[in-house]
C-alpha cells in the first residue's frame, strides 16, 4: 500500500462538528478523544474528494472510491486518513500573527510526512523556537494573545520553516517568518482556547427578531489553520479498471485543489486548500 501525506490548509473559518454538547459551546469542532487535538474527520475529506472527481471519470471515481450503487461489489482502492491540526494561527503582539506548532505536533506530522533529517528543538518549560529572523520576536519574548514566552530563534525552526513554506505560502513567502514552536503545555492551551467562537441566531419569518431558544455558539478554528493527513492506495478491484497504487493516489489527488470541507458552507465556512506532500528531492517535489 502507497502512502502520500496531504497539506489542509483553511481559508476560511472551518467547522468540522460534533454536533450538540451539553457544554458552553453548543457546537464545538471535532477533537480526538485521547488527545483533544482538533481534527478534520477522514470521512469528510473523502466525500469532497469523492464529488469532485466524479465529473471527471465515473468509473475510475467508482474504482478509487467503492461502488456508489452495490457496496458489496469491491473494495474501494482508497483510504483517507483524518487530518489533524499541525499549526494554529495566533494573534502576536509583533508580526501580525504567528503560526503555532509544538514539539508533540511536528513529531507526528515528522512520522506522517517520514523525513528523519528535521530535527525537533527542545523546549524545557515554557517557551518558544522561532525561524531565524523571526517577525514575530520581540526583545526575546514572544507574545501570543494574553501569554509572553521567553523566546529564541533556531535551526531546527528555521529547517520546518524552510520545508512548510512552499507548501502554505507559495509564491511569496510570509510563513517563515511567523512559524512559532511552543513548548507542548502551552499548544494545549491555545488549542483549547484560540480557536474562533461565534454567536448565531435564527430568525423568526414573521417578526425578522431572535426566534425562541434559537441562539447558539459555534465553534470554528480559524482561518490559516493547517492540518495534515495521510492518503494511503492499494490497486484497484473494479474488474473494469485497472489501476496501481500510484495511478490511485494521482487520481484522487494530483495538484494543490481548493474545496469546501465541514459543515456551514452556506455562511462562508470550510473553503481550504488541499495540497498533496510529494518528498524532497522526488519527482513531483513540492517546490
Not at 515528522?110 to 528543538?121: F, G, M, S, V, Y
Not at 434559537?214 to 478554528?221: D, I
Amino acid at each position: 500500500m502507497n502512502t502520500r501525506p496531504f497539506l489542509l490548509h483553511a481559508l476560511s473559518p472551518l467547522h468540522a462538528g460534533t454536533g450538540h454538547t451539553p457544554d458552553i459551546i453548543d457546537l464545538p469542532t471535532a477533537r480526538m478523544k485521547a488527545t483533544g487535538i482538533p481534527f478534520l474527520p477522514g470521512s469528510s475529506i473523502k466525500g469532497v474528494l469523492r464529488d469532485a472527481r466524479r465529473a471527471i471519470d465515473r468509473e475510475k471515481t467508482e474504482a478509487v472510491f467503492g461502488p456508489s450503487d452495490d457496496p458489496a461489489a469491491h473494495a474501494g482502492a482508497l483510504v483517507v486518513g483524518d487530518a489533524r491540526l499541525l499549526a494554529l494561527p495566533v494573534r502576536s503582539f509583533r508580526g501580525t500573527f504567528a503560526w503555532v506548532t509544538s514539539p508533540l505536533l511536528l513529531t507526528l506530522t515528522k512520522r506522517d510526512i517520514q523525513e528523519p533529517n528535521l530535527a525537533i528543538p527542545a523546549i524545557n518549560g515554557r517557551g518558544a523556537r522561532l525561524a531565524l529572523n523571526s517577525a514575530c520576536l520581540h526583545q526575546g519574548k514572544l507574545y501570543l494573545e494574553d501569554l509572553d514566552l521567553t523566546a529564541a530563534d533556531a535551526p531546527e525552526a528555521s529547517a520546518w520553516a524552510q520545508r512548510l513554506a512552499p507548501l502554505v505560502s507559495p509564491g511569496e513567502d510570509i510563513f517563515t517568518k511567523r512559524f512559532v514552536i511552543v513548548d507542548d503545555d502551552t499548544m494545549t492551551f491555545l488549542w483549547e482556547t484560540a480557536t474562533q467562537v461565534d454567536a448565531r441566531v435564527r430568525l423568526d419569518g414573521q417578526t425578522r427578531t431572535v426566534a425562541s431558544g434559537a441562539l447558539w455558539l459555534e465553534e470554528s478554528l480559524p482561518p490559516e489553520t493547517l492540518l495534515i493527513g495521510i492518503l494511503a492506495a492499494d490497486r484497484s478491484r473494479r474488474r473494469d479498471v485497472v489501476m496501481p497504487p500510484d495511478d490511485v493516489l494521482k487520481f484522487a489527488l494530483s495538484d494543490e485543489e481548493i474545496h469546501q470541507f465541514g459543515g456551514k458552507a452556506t455562511t462562508g465556512r470550510g473553503r481550504c486548500r488541499i495540497v498533496p506532500i510529494h518528498p524532497v528531492g522526488g519527482e513531483h517535489a513540492n517546490p
